[in-house]
């Protein structure tokens, strides 16, 4: 490798010769003898030694080896001025023909221009960089949407308590807990980003709920069906409500979709707890928007007057407040359900005079078989699979798509899905031409046909 003096900085040119001297020489001798040729050829401005003064020149460097009583090398001569200078200089070097006594010939190798090989370094070092920092930034925008894919990803359903309750992750650490009627209601609000909930898994309140609610507070979060009364009324006896929500009449939590449970718990915030103050709001689809707001209004009224001055309310008074409720809303004469077309009144009288069903026939090996494998990837999901004649998957969607779309999925003969079947699916199902619904329970089926068969995944042994 050549050494470029330290004028390194200023050289634009690099003339580079090779010579073949007949004789041993010395450097001394080269440089001598290119300083003493060239010099006066063309003024005295372009003398070499002038030029180097000015420092348009830079050390003149010499590469030399010996052998069989000749000397050939290199020379190296920087130079800072423009091209037809360094031009000029090269053809003089290379008309030297003698380097003392010995006769000598020097061959100009080329004129390489420094500015467009540091030119050249320069841009490969930019290219360098870019690809670092594209890299760097490629890296750090992978991280960053992975942050944000873990910020929502949904959080796993836990067991609480003595009682082994279904419950979402937060319980344990919101000073509010969303109280609900089953696993499935757990799993749809986690869908929506709401975490701190538990489940009481039937009528009775279990007493891990009771020992949260002395030191938390409590949110109800119920079915707009009879159940969700139920519930409602032997949690208001044990434990202080501060604020009830209730799905649709007719409808289930676990039916809703996360926007509809996001409207109705209002603006929620750090994993669901809620930001309004204390109060009880019921929420019924059948008698239209201007009578629901009446009844909220009402319902606002009556239970959150702990806002407007003590807010610690007897369990008496509100077991009062809830029959005050019950009274108002039997008092209209049709109040209809969705999923049975009859009103409340109706619906009772019907259960008092209606026989229970007769068991289903046994599911066939091979139903049954699928159904246990398929199992896992079904429950917990809030999801349904659809299956033709021969065990065939022909589709799979959110429960509460599938009484929509049931009708639009030709040759479905078996359904399983991680949900309750109600009247509205059996409705769809026998429509729609299946055969067998397997789910986690069955809720009050008023109508079912002789063609379909209901079963439990607890009628499987699965639960």
Wanted: aromatic fraction near 4%.
């Amino acid at each position: 490798m050549i050494i470029v003096s330290q004028e390194k900085s200023i050289v634009k040119y690099l003339v580079k010769l090779k010579f073949d001297v007949e004789g041993v020489v010395e450097k001394a001798d080269l440089v001598g003898a290119i300083f003493g040729q060239t010099e006066g050829l063309f003024g005295p401005e372009m003398n070499l030694q002038e030029l180097q003064k000015t420092w348009k020149v830079g050390r003149i460097e010499i590469t030399l080896q010996s052998n069989n009583g000749r000397t050939t090398g290199e020379v190296l001569i920087p130079m800072s001025t423009d091209v037809q200078t360094a031009a000029l200089i090269a053809a003089a070097v290379e008309n030297v023909d003698k380097v003392g006594p010995c006769s000598a010939k020097f061959t100009l190798v080329g004129i390489s221009d420094v500015r467009a090989e540091r030119k050249k370094v320069i841009v490969d070092r930019a290219k360098a960089i870019m690809k670092e920092w594209a890299s760097k930034t490629a890296s750090e925008g992978e991280e960053s949407l992975k942050d944000i894919g873990e910020s929502v990803k949904r959080g796993r359903v836990i067991s609480y308590g003595r009682e082994g309750l279904p419950a979402g992750p937060a319980v344990s650490d919101s000073d509010t807990i969303i109280v609900v009627e089953g696993r499935a209601d757990v799993i749809n609000l986690l869908r929506a980003g709401i975490e701190n909930t538990i489940a009481v898994e039937g009528t009775s309140i279990p007493e891990t709920v009771k020992e949260l609610a002395k030191r938390k507070r409590v949110y109800a979060f119920l079915d707009g069906d009879r159940g969700g009364d139920l519930i409602l009324k032997e949690l208001s006896q044990v434990a202080r409500v501060d604020r009830v929500f209730r799905a649709p009449r007719g409808r289930e939590v676990e039916e809703l979709t996360p926007i509809e449970i996001l409207e109705i718990l209002r603006e929620p915030r750090g994993g669901g707890e809620i930001l309004e103050e204390p109060q009880v709001i019921y929420e019924h689809s059948e008698r239209g928007g201007r009578h629901d707001r009446t009844n909220r209004e009402r319902n606002s009224g009556r239970y959150s007057a702990g806002r407007r001055g003590d807010k610690r309310h007897s369990r008496g008074e509100r077991a009062e407040s809830y029959e005050r409720y019950e009274e108002r809303e039997a008092a209209p004469p049709r109040s209809f359900d969705e999923d049975s077309g009859i009103s409340r009144r109706e619906e009772e009288e019907t259960q008092a005079e209606q026989q229970l069903l007769p068991p289903p026939p046994p599911l066939s090996p091979e139903i049954s078989e699928k159904v246990k494998i398929d199992y896992p990837s079904v429950n917990g999901t809030l999801e349904a699979v659809v299956y033709d004649s021969g065990l065939n998957q022909l589709a799979r969607m959110p429960v509460n798509e599938l009484v929509s779309k049931l009708d639009q999925t030709q040759g479905a003969k078996v359904v399983v899905f991680d949900g309750i079947v109600t009247q509205r699916l059996v409705d769809a199902s026998s429509k729609a031409g299946v055969s067998s619904l397997v789910g986690h329970r069955t809720a009050e089926i008023h109508n079912k046909p002789d063609d379909l068969a209901i079963y439990s995944f607890k009628d499987l042994g699965l639960e």
